[in-house]
């Protein structure tokens, strides 16, 4: 890592896990393998950033701790990388289990619970697929009726007042560390 850290990945330590090194690999991993309009690709950190947002406004009342598990939703791409849905179907269990592993160490590492209670993590997962259906629709290409068939579509609230903007990889790290500092 850029930290100096060595992060073993069959059996991640809590201890070898940075803030910084998340933010920075996330800011540089493209969403939708990169297929996207734009001058920059959509990063997870923003992609990390549109789930955090999406649930906070759908769970308004819910302590920091959550929307903080929002935000590393998945972190552990900082070091295995984004891989599109289809593909992880496909590899199945064993990397469920080394995502799931990393996720745990990430939580750990921050002082967050190693599991996700379910009713919390279905709720995140609503916001992912809500995000995914903003992404598809202002910057992949998909029209509405294709992504209604994939994902959630959001909201009026949501679907018309988020405005996805792409940024350089360096300001998308450091608004990443902006709000996981806003939320700590």
Avoid at 39 to 60: C, G, M, R, W, Y
Avoid at 85 to 103: H, I, M, N, R, W
Avoid at 149 to 171: C, E, Q, T, Y
């Amino acid at each position: 890592m850029l930290s100096g850290r060595r992060l073993d990945l069959i059996n991640p330590s809590p201890l070898d896990i940075e803030i910084e090194d998340i933010a920075h690999g996330l800011a540089f991993q493209a969403r939708w393998n990169g297929q996207t309009l734009g001058d920059f690709t959509f990063s997870v950190a923003n992609h990390s950033i549109l789930v955090q947002k999406i649930f906070q406004i759908e769970n308004p009342n819910l302590k920091n701790t959550w929307y903080l598990v929002a935000l590393l939703h998945d972190s552990a791409e900082y070091v295995i990388g984004d891989m599109i849905s289809p593909v992880k179907a496909f590899l199945g269990d064993e990397y469920t289990k080394l995502e799931q592993s990393l996720l745990e160490a990430i939580h750990i590492r921050f002082g967050l619970p190693a599991k996700t209670p379910e009713r919390i993590k279905n709720s995140i997962k609503k916001a992912d697929k809500r995000a995914a259906w903003l992404e598809a629709t202002q910057i992949a290409g998909f029209t509405e009726l294709e992504a209604n068939k994939i994902f959630l579509k959001p909201s009026a609230l949501i679907n018309n007042s988020v405005k996805i903007n792409l940024k350089d990889p360096l300001k998308s790290r450091q608004e990443f560390l902006d709000v996981y500092c806003s939320l700590r």
